[in-house]
């Protein structure tokens, strides 16, 4: 990870490279995040299998110490418009800050367990089967957690539009990513910008 600070008037922005924007953003309070790959684009051939098992439980790209496990889709497969993640959260994992992006739509699908929802409009359990949508913009604040002794797994949909920005406002942070954080830059390539605001009160 490369990180380098800028003076931004009232504001600082710290700029990091080939690090998810989730990830950086939990990692605040949470002990660890192990991100386990970092995906180039697939290979130009027909050999190119573009099939995966999503009731697979092996690889896991990203682990979270005592809240979940993430498994994704749409680096591997090279997926430029969707994101597709299989989100496991482990039993008893805590609340954290609710997000909302500029840029990307969410939807989630319960495939098992009873997780928690917690939006501006209050907190609700979700069941096997449920779906969940969160549009862009401050209709979209939304985070989960697992307060039940049994997992939980989700499958996770988005789309991707660049520049994208996610914001924290209980945290008053925001970062903005002008291309994919999880993906490596090639030799010589534009690494566009990667950074973290801090938000004001009137934001």
Known sequence: MNAGHESTG????????????????RH????????HHLYADPPDS?????????????????????????????HPLGADQLGASLIEYLPRSPDSPMHMHYGVEEMFFVL???P??????????????D???????PDGLHTF????DEPVRMLGISTKRFPDV???????????????????????????VIARFELTPDD
């Open 131 to 137: 779906v969940v949508y969160f549009p862009e913009g």
């Open 145 to 148: 957690s697992n307060p039940t």
């Open 28 to 35: 605040s309070w949470h002990a660890r995040t192990t991100q």
């Open 10 to 25: 009232s504001r600082s922005a710290v700029q990091f490279y080939e690090v998810p924007l989730h990830t950086l953003e």
């Open 116 to 129: 928690t929802v917690r939006t501006p409009d209050g907190e609700e359990e979700l069941s096997p089967g």
């Open 46 to 74: 027909e050999e190119w299998m573009r099939r995966l098992n999503f009731l697979q439980d092996d690889p896991w790209d990203e682990e979270n110490d005592a809240v979940n496990r993430v498994r994704w889709f749409g």
């Open 166 to 192: 996610v914001a924290y406002p209980e945290r008053r942070v925001a970062w903005v990513a002008t291309r994919h954080p999880e993906r490596p830059v090639p030799e010589g390539g534009d690494r566009g």
């Open 112 to 114: 098992s367990g009873t």
